[in-house]
């Protein structure tokens, strides 16, 4: 199964603490917690290009599974890690923070990030 495509954010949970914990600052936690943020994956083999949109804010990172690759986190710090790929999901560990982004059907991505006991869950929709 392919992750290419555009997605929309249709929920998330524990946002805030989530973001609390990696020291986003309480301004722009308010601003983004009602964003919908819409995530473009382009997969070309082993190439990924992910694009997420949120507001204003554009993210853009690119890696190849198993090579370690310059990623920009949600805080904008760059930090190098290597993305494995384990069937239809995609895990990547950044500065403490384990991420799993998993294709749960075709139109369905569902991304877990973990900091020690905070669980962020967002599930976005194919549009």
């Known amino acids: 199964m392919s992750f290419s495509g555009k997605y929309q954010l ?3 949970e524990n946002f805030e603490p989530f973001m609390k ?3 986003l600052p ?4 308010q601003k983004g917690k009602d964003i919908k943020s819409v995530s473009e994956i382009e997969e070309t083999g082993d190439n ?3 694009t997420v949109t949120t507001g ?9 599974i198993g090579q370690e690759a310059e ?3 949600i805080t904008g710090e760059k930090v190098k890690a290597v993305v494995q790929r384990d069937g239809n999901k995609l895990k990547v560990s950044l500065k ?12 369905t991505i569902v991304n877990t990030m973990t900091l020690g006991g905070i669980v962020y869950k967002r599930t976005s929709k194919r549009i």
Do not use: C
Not at 26 to 29: S, T
């Open 21 to 23: 914990a990696i020291g």
């Open 96 to 107: 403490g923070i384990e991420s799993v982004t998993e294709l749960v059907d075709g139109n």
């Open 71 to 73: 990623l920009e986190t």
């Open 56 to 64: 204003t804010k554009v993210l853009v990172n690119t890696f190849t």
């Open 48 to 50: 990924f290009k992910v």
């Open 10 to 12: 249709e929920s998330q």
């Open 26 to 29: 309480d301004e722009l936690i």
